[in-house]
């Protein structure tokens, strides 16, 4: 490693020394060092700042109520995840990270809500697909009065709405929020579709985003909304497409794609507002991601990309902040503090990959997470970028 890579190193293994973290492992299947068959009783045990690893398999839905927990996929693992997951009452002192999970929701409430939260909450290269009701879809994730929340390399799409069901069957948003400050990036954003009707007019599809309140900042993201609903000749219209975005509030993108959805009439738009804005900022998005998890001593990659000739700093912290965002930086900050170390400069690839090596933890910790961000920047200094956020879980080699 180089030297900056070394230091870096050296600055995890002193960091993890004052916070030791518990691992509790869930696996299908009862065995040694299995604690669980199922994620709920993991995190009901688990403290602040403990970790759930979750080995591949199926499992029901869970809540993460008033403790900062972690629930992570293990590397390589396809976890599934049927029903509600609930995250509620984080503290400001706490944090709760959702990693590598693909959450499938029911028929009753959306597949991921965060509620009444003020610590961070971070969603990171799940799957979520809303479940649909009596007749309309059910939304996909749902942000409400949460100041400070991270979506990152995530794919949600909203529930469909019910063929023959009652009421509108219209397709649910992908993502909604209210009250809240929402960061995604590198994410897509999927409305789902109107159903036909068996009375009535048929659905239109969902948006992508629906904002209520707050703000939303969105970087290197698609957004697109849901098909309308086919026609029933000769009595019922069909549905319209859905936006890719829906918002009453303030909406901020950088390099986003937005695409209405097809349906009856064509032609959806891509931006519906009502008492909201939306702002395209210029300039390009940075990339950016860590293969996590990895247990100590093993290899894993830092992954950037970005402008060919820029350069990348890298900022790191124990801890994720408030989401705050810097127009002119173009980007949304969620490090305060920590430390920060230089990983190069892009190449002419766009793509700028970093091997790293986990350092070992010290006996007492069995996990760390290092989250991370980095900051595109020309080597005039005469712009900067702000890129999507990412974390480095560290296991325990022994789990």
């Given at each position: ?12 293994v ?6 030791a ?59 599934a ?76 799409t ?6 023959g ?13 209210a ?27 969902g ?11 969105a ?84 992954t ?12 790191f912290?124990?801890?994720p ?9 173009a ?19 766009g ?49």
């Amino acid at each position: 490693m180089s030297t900056t890579l070394t230091t870096f190193a050296l600055a995890l293994v002193l960091a993890a020394g004052a916070s030791a973290q518990s691992v509790f492992v869930v696996a299908p299947v009862a065995g040694p060092g299995v604690f669980a068959t199922d994620i709920q009783p993991a995190v009901d045990a688990a403290a602040n700042g403990d970790l759930v690893l979750v080995k591949a398999g199926a499992y029901s839905g869970f809540s993460v109520d008033g403790k900062g927990v972690s629930v992570v996929a293990d590397a390589g693992a396809a976890v599934a995840c049927n029903g509600l997951v609930f995250v509620n009452h984080i503290a400001a002192g706490q944090r709760v990270l959702l990693q590598g999970l693909s959450v499938h929701g029911d028929n009753i409430s959306p597949a991921i809500i965060t509620l009444d939260s003020p610590g961070p909450i971070w969603i990171e290269s799940c799957t979520v697909q809303g479940g649909t009701g009596n007749g309309p879809g059910l939304v996909a994730v749902s942000v409400n009065s949460c100041p400070s929340v991270v979506i990152q390399r995530s794919t949600m799409t909203g529930g469909n709405g019910l063929v023959g069901g009652t009421g509108n069957n219209m397709g649910a948003p992908a993502l909604h929020t209210a009250n809240s400050a929402v960061a995604v990036g590198d994410s897509q954003c999927i409305g789902g579709n109107g159903a036909p009707p068996s009375t009535v007019v048929g659905g239109p599809g969902g948006p992508g985003l629906r904002v209520l309140s707050g703000f939303v900042f969105a970087t290197g993201t698609t957004f697109q909304g849901g098909t309308g609903a086919p026609p029933v000749p000769p009595l019922f219209p069909g549905g319209p497409g859905g936006p890719g975005i829906n918002t009453q509030a303030a909406v901020t993108t950088l390099q986003c794609t937005l695409v209405g959805g097809s349906g009856n009439p064509s032609g959806a738009p891509t931006v519906v507002l009502g008492t909201g804005s939306a702002a395209t900022l210029p300039g390009v998005a940075g990339h950016f991601s860590i293969a996590s998890p990895v247990r100590e001593g093993q290899a894993t990659t830092i992954t950037a990309g970005g402008v060919p000739g820029e350069s990348e700093l890298l900022l790191f912290s124990l801890s994720p902040s408030p989401v705050k965002l810097l127009v002119k930086d173009a980007g949304a900050l969620v490090l305060a503090g920590g430390g920060q170390f230089a990983l190069g400069t892009i190449p002419a690839s766009g793509t700028l990959s970093t091997p790293i090596v986990a350092p070992d933890l010290p006996a007492a910790v069995q996990s760390l997470i290092v989250w991370c961000q980095p900051i595109f920047f020309d080597s005039p200094l005469t712009h900067a970028v702000i890129g999507p956020a990412s974390e480095l879980v560290i296991l325990d080699a022994g789990l």
